[in-house]
């Protein structure tokens, strides 16, 4: 690609990915509401609130295809959520489609599905089951973007992030951990591939105790390489196990579950 845009590159995983991005495009194209930091050769830094659509229009000119992990990442008051994941967002899809369509990887995740059990085994097609106003955002960018897809054949892919980090931290990140290297090649190969389509891909590395199927995408040919299993002593070592009624230890979404609706006062 020419010029390959990635929102959301001040918080932690973009900073993470953008060097381990820089072959991926001639120009690097960053963009954040926040602070961006030392700039590299190959990058281009456009600062941007998603919510404002004229910025986003600008944002997205010029772009062969676009990483799009902008946005609120946690739980947060309704007014946050609103104006960066869902105004936002379809600010970015219409700025896609007045800019040629380019190939989009939507940063979903896990928390669509947080109120399904640790003990069940998901695939696609099983219904959302947000566990907070932030999983019903991601929701929303699903269905956004399946919409796009179905009436413009706009392609993207749904990426149902668990926790992409260095290393699993707890108990529940020995399933949902995704390494960085493998997030990595799961970029390359939704860009690489002839045809994407628009469908949900599960964002974990191949954890022995992982809770996801992506059998439904091995046309990507994407094969994750890493395993948190190799974290369990020490996590078992340092860290204490929740009980086993709590939610950390019930839920997939974990403490999401238990967060409330922030008040907007």
């Not at 004229?54 to 010029?62: C, I, K, N, P, T």
């Not at 907070?132 to 897809?149: P, W």
């Not at 706009?154 to 990426?159: G, I, K």
């Not at 890493?226 to 196990?241: C, S």
Request: with cysteine.
């Amino acid at each position: 690609m020419k010029r390959l845009l990635l929102t959301g590159a001040a918080g932690g995983l973009g900073r993470a990915m953008r060097p381990r991005l820089a072959g991926m495009a001639e120009i690097l194209r960053v963009s954040d509401i926040s602070d961006l930091g030392a700039v590299a050769d190959h990058e281009e830094e456009m600062q941007c609130d998603l919510g404002d659509r004229a910025a986003v229009d600008r944002l997205v000119d010029g772009c062969d295809g676009i990483i799009h992990l902008g946005g609120i990442s946690v739980e947060d008051k309704f007014s946050k959520i609103l104006n960066a994941n869902i105004l936002g967002l379809h600010n970015l899809y219409e700025a896609a489609r007045a800019n040629g369509m380019p190939r989009i990887l939507f940063a979903s995740s896990n928390h669509t599905i947080g109120f399904y059990r640790q003990d069940e085994y998901l695939d696609h097609t099983m219904p959302q089951r947000p566990d907070g106003l932030y999983g019903v955002s991601k929701c929303f960018g699903e269905a956004l973007a399946r919409m796009y897809f179905e009436k413009f054949g706009q392609e993207t892919a749904l990426v149902r992030i668990g926790s992409c980090m260095e290393r699993p931290t707890n108990h529940r990140m020995l399933s949902t951990w995704m390494s960085y290297d493998d997030f990595l090649s799961m970029i390359e190969c939704i860009f690489r591939v002839p045809r994407l389509g628009c469908p949900v891909i599960w964002g974990c590395s191949d954890n022995d105790s992982r809770w996801w199927s992506n059998e439904h995408v091995s046309y990507l040919g994407w094969r994750p390489k890493d395993n948190a299993e190799r974290f369990r002593k020490d996590i078992d070592a340092a860290v204490a196990k929740p009980a086993p009624d709590h939610a950390t230890a019930v839920y997939q979404g974990g403490p999401f579950v238990l967060d409330p609706i922030f008040s907007e006062e």
